[in-house]
């Protein structure tokens, strides 16, 4: 069944993981050193990992709208 439109805890969630390493991509790209860009891949990999797996183990984030 389609969604109306209306955005979950996950989808938010995944939104501002988004926009933080977005956020972590530029600085890194900015000042263009390599302890930037090493710690910003890892951070992507650790970020994803969390959230896949919590996730998929069921955590429901609470909706608190």
Known sequence: ???SGRTTRR???VAGEFVL???GFALAYWL???ALWLGWAVACVVLAGVTLVSFNRGFEPADGD
């Open 1 to 3: 069944m389609a969604d």
């Open 32 to 34: 263009d050193h390599l």
């Open 21 to 23: 390493l977005t956020c």
């Open 11 to 13: 989808d938010r969630i």
